[in-house]
Nanobody, 125 residues
Framework: QVELVESGGGLVQPGGSLRLSCVAS????????MGWFRQAPGKESEFVAG????????LYADAVKGRFTISRDNAKNTVYLQMDSLRPEDTAVYSC??????????????????WGQGTQVTVSS
């Protein structure tokens, strides 16, 4: 059974940095695009960043462009989200997701078929 497990969340001051990790079990990781989504209290889930299966292309939400960087290491079955210059409005539960087979990187949640449980990121002074 394939599973996605996130880690790396926590409490950070505005302007600080965090790096999230998402480890995938199973053998399909290296053939699928991956994405990060977030959900703040009382708000809908939103796309944050996505990356193609081989890492040669990525996509970012406007709200995080220039501050967040998505990357992956297929040898470790892991996708990362480096978050710099964090703001209070970045506070949310961050979840990674696996793209549908044959799908290039995308922002629509219906193009992802497996989700992790999420990790809490809180940006506050």
């Amino acid at each position: 059974q394939v599973e996605l497990v996130e880690s790396g969340g926590g409490l950070v001051q505005p302007g600080g940095s965090l790096r999230l990790s998402c480890v995938a079990s199973g053998r399909t990781f290296a053939t699928r695009s991956m994405g990060w989504f977030r959900q703040a209290p009382g708000k809908e889930s939103e796309f944050v960043a996505g990356i193609t299966w081989n890492g040669d292309s990525s996509l970012y939400a406007d709200a995080v462009k220039g501050r967040f960087t998505i990357s992956r290491d297929n040898a470790k079955n892991t996708v990362y989200l480096q978050m710099d210059s964090l703001r209070p409005e970045d506070t949310a539960v961050y979840s990674c997701a696996r793209g549908l087979r044959g799908t290039a990187v995308a922002s629509a949640p219906n193009l992802y078929d497996l989700w992790g449980q999420g990790t809490q990121v809180t940006v506050s002074s």
